[in-house]
């Protein structure tokens, strides 16, 4: 799924109903990281293992031993790290950077990307028997502009709880601020609602979220101005 259409959140939702649910779920962005960090945070490290390694380091793998590991970006992996996961998935086991001894480990991953791999294995910017070890239960979420239903129900869901996280009552919002949402094309998708919607939950100075409370690329011009609010809820 691309980016913000709520990949982490499945993920968790996913461990959540398994029986992994009383064990460590953990994500990590293998994207954001180097290669020789990406390592250390997926097995940890030894002692003495590179420059500034002056403690040994518990990786992500051994922490959520009969967990769920989370691995979003997965198609950003550099060769090298997706060899090593390759290995974890066939045998169970993995060395610490630096150290020889197997640590052998039960985990489920679940990896998510907003690339096409299979354009990448073409490409041999990702391996084919990777790609295959990890394409057992495939998942794609569409994007929220094709899913515009759905956007009346989150935006309820945010409203409530952003209310909750501020220990207020929730907002209503207009009928018309919900139509200019549903017509907005959505590149940030899910992520980009939240955080719309809470802009709009501070700014608004009523009691309803008008769509002058609205950024102006959702909105556009000559946008109705409604204030009947649909109540939150209903």
Known sequence: GETGVGKDVLSRRIHAMSPRADKPFLPLNCGS????????????????????????????????????????????MTPPTQTKILRVLQSGTFERVGGNQPIKVNVRVIAATNKPLEQAVAARQFREDLFYRLNVVRIHIPPLRDRREDIPLLVNYF?????????????????????????????????????????????????????????VEVTGQGTPNSTMPAVVGE
């Open 33 to 76: 990281l180097s290669e020789q960090l990406l390592e250390s945070e997926l097995f940890g490290h030894e002692r003495g293992s590179f420059t500034g390694a002056t403690t040994q380091r518990i990786g992500k793998f051994e922490q959520c031993n009969n967990g769920t590991i989370f691995l979003d970006e997965i198609g950003d």
């Open 159 to 215: 409203l409530s709880k952003i209310a909750k996280d501020q220990d207020r009552k929730p907002k209503a919002i207009a009928s018309a601020a919900v139509k200019a949402l549903e017509k907005y094309h959505w590149p940030g998708n899910v992520r980009e609602l939240e955080n719309i919607i809470r802009r709009a939950h501070v700014i608004a100075k009523s009691e309803a979220i008008l769509p002058a409370d609205l950024p």
